[in-house]
């Protein structure tokens, strides 16, 4: 199949107001503790590593889903009767092929919305499924899914999917306002299957975000990188350790990247010097951990029904599926 017989590629990251981009990073770095987006993980080589991270034996998180997702598709597709699938946050599609097979199977196939900041996986993902999927149209929205949700095409019956811990990369209060904001974008009958990271073990977590390979810690690292390329700031990688640990009081992973010497970093486009001390740390990612109740309550609370629960044996990881009513 030819891309422009069967592949849309609409792109809005441009559109961004370069103020408001350079205001969140601007607050962000002077924020107690100081922080930063978990976006700016994911350009193209950020996406790349990250692929690389789910395939270590320690980063169980993947695959448990994958093995899940395998399981549950036909329910899935028999309980939605989808023929579109919507997947925000849609990275380089592994899992999805599962629930795309699956609405095969059904002959329920007819379109997929892979929707990510990183524009390279975008096109790559789209070309690939189009190759794949003999008369499936793929229409790629290249955008940050916390701004733009109004640009998801119209399609038919639609199954929108949130999968990996994306979710647990945002706060309580951001969760259930993201989660609100899906659902004003879909119609009545839609559905969500939203996929959850659960408390487990702890050593099993920590674990899981401080691989030997070093390849998380250059995952972390790549952000400093990509912020230069944003906002011109010259940070040092080798100036940082990757640090990952538990927060039992909010039930989450947290990532940092840590000061390794006392640093003075002049950002002009942000009218900043930012000055760090030797082990002061930033914070780049949150990864919440939940429960069944919390997670149909948040669904609950954002206007969605809770249609089914799936989890695997262990109890690592959750799939709900909800419905616009």
């Not at 002959?107 to 999927?133: C, H, M, N, T, W």
């Not at 099993?204 to 912020?227: I, P, Q, W």
């Not at 003075?264 to 009218?271: F, G, H, K, S």
């Not at 000055?275 to 951990?289: M, P, Q, V």
């Amino acid at each position: 199949m030819s891309e422009r017989s069967s592949v849309t590629i609409d792109v809005h990251l441009n559109n961004q107001d370069p103020a408001a981009v350079r205001e969140e990073i601007r607050a962000g770095l002077l924020a107690t503790p100081r922080r930063l987006p978990t976006k700016y993980f994911y350009d193209d080589r950020g996406s790349e590593l990250f692929e690389q991270i789910c395939e270590l034996p320690t980063y169980y998180p993947t695959r448990t889903e994958h093995a899940l997702l395998t399981g549950v598709a036909d329910d899935v597709m028999a309980r939605t009767g989808a023929d579109e699938l919507v997947e925000l946050g849609s990275g380089a599609a592994t899992k999805t092929r599962v629930l795309l097979d699956a609405m095969a199977r059904k002959r329920q196939l007819k379109f997929y919305v892979p929707f990510d900041v990183s524009e390279g996986i975008v096109r790559r993902v789209a070309r690939e499924l189009a190759e794949e999927y003999e008369g499936l149209q793929v229409h790629g929205v290249v955008g940050d899914f916390l701004a733009h949700l109004e640009h998801i095409p119209q399609g038919g019956r639609r199954l929108v999917v949130i999968l990996g811990g994306t979710i647990g990369n945002l706060r309580p209060e951001s969760a259930e306002a993201f989660l609100s904001s899906i659902e004003r974008e879909t119609a009545q009958g839609d559905f969500l299957l939203l996929g959850v990271q659960l408390i487990t073990n702890v050593e099993r977590l920590e674990a899981a975000y401080n691989d030997s390979a070093g390849l998380t810690a250059a995952f972390n690292k790549n952000m400093l990188l990509v912020l230069k390329s944003v906002v011109g700031a010259e940070f040092d990688p080798d100036a940082f350790d990757h640090v990952a640990r538990f927060n039992h009081e909010e039930q989450r992973i947290e990532m940092r990247l840590r000061s390794v010497r006392p640093q003075v970093i002049p950002i002009p486009e942000l009218a900043l010097t930012l000055h760090l001390k030797d082990g002061e740390e930033i914070l780049t990612e949150i990864s919440a951990k939940y429960t069944r109740p919390q997670v149909e309550a948040l669904l609950t609370r954002a206007g969605f029904t809770p249609v089914a629960w799936y989890a695997d044996h262990e109890h690592l990881h959750g799939l709900a599926l909800a419905q616009k009513h």
